[in-house]
């Protein structure tokens, strides 16, 4: 975490507090219809081509699949089972609030070089967007670092993302594959790394503001060698850099 103390963890509880109460004397806010991001993933990044992720939705199956593999993805079936395909994994269907969307594509270059990036948008309920550190390690994934990225974005401004250093074990051996995962928080006219942003923005928002913004949240992995690591965070940095502007949706109103 960045922030210091325990004095914007009281702030945000405080808010949220304030919040059940102003919810059960006024009721909900609507959820606003504006998401700050695009609903599909950009083709090319850079020299990176991308391919959309599908997945069987039958549960007993779920297999994945890149959309590349059909040649109509709206009325293709899962060649294994038959199957409809989904956006979504079945356990993310069953599991995920109603009106989450999800949204995932592999990038390759002609180097052998891949980016995977995740878009979840959430719907009413903030569950819809998790703290990747608390499911990474139910994936059998360690966590060895946990600090912000910052990526120029043009002369005056600098993205500023949450940057886990991951390992995963390889099938019971000794060999580990390292990976950068990296994330941040999206809606009309604000970003954030930090989740308890997030959650001081929307608990602030109902309470004073009566609103409710759709909030998407954005992830990149890729896996390095742990022997050109610097390497390796300047490609993260340059991928970032040109997805950005390719999924932001511009604000019609800046955001508080
Ligand atoms: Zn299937």
Redesign the pocket.
Same mark, same amino acid.
């Not at 294994?80 to 199957?83: E, M, Q, R, V």
């Given at each position: 975490m960045e922030t210091t103390g325990i004095k914007p963890l009281l702030i945000v509880l405080a808010l949220m507090i304030a919040t059940a109460v102003a919810a059960s004397r006024v009721g909900e806010p609507e959820l606003a219809p504006a998401v700050g991001v695009t609903r599909a993933l950009p083709r090319q990044v850079g020299r990176f081509t991308g391919h959309e992720m599908l997945y +069987?939705a /039958?549960a007993d +199956?779920? /297999?994945a699949y890149g959309a590349d593999e059909f040649d109509d993805h709206t009325v293709a079936v899962?060649p294994?089972?038959?199957?409809a395909l989904d956006t979504m994994a079945p356990i993310e269907r069953r599991l995920l609030p109603e009106g989450t969307e999800i949204v995932r594509a592999f990038y390759r270059d002609s180097k052998g070089s891949s980016f995977f990036v995740s878009v979840v948008i959430g719907g009413r309920d903030r569950m819809s967007l998790h703290r990747p550190e608390n499911c990474l390690p139910g994936q059998g994934l360690s966590i060895r670092g946990n600090r912000l990225l910052d990526t120029p974005l043009d002369e005056e401004s600098i993205l500023h993302t949450r940057l886990l250093d991951v390992r995963r074990q390889v099938g019971g051996s000794d060999a580990a594959v390292f990976s950068h995962f990296t994330y941040w928080y999206i809606a009309p006219g604000r970003e954030t790394p930090s989740q308890w942003r997030l959650y001081a923005w929307m608990a602030a928002d109902r309470l004073i503001h009566a609103r409710m913004d759709r909030w998407a949240y954005v992830a990149v992995a890729h896996d390095y060698n742990p022997l050109h690591e610097k390497e390796s965070l300047e490609k993260l940095r340059e991928f970032l850099a040109n997805l950005r502007p390719l999924i932001i949706v511009p604000a019609a109103i800046p955001g508080a």
């Open positions: +069987c /039958e +199956c779920a /297999e899962c294994l089972c038959g199957g």
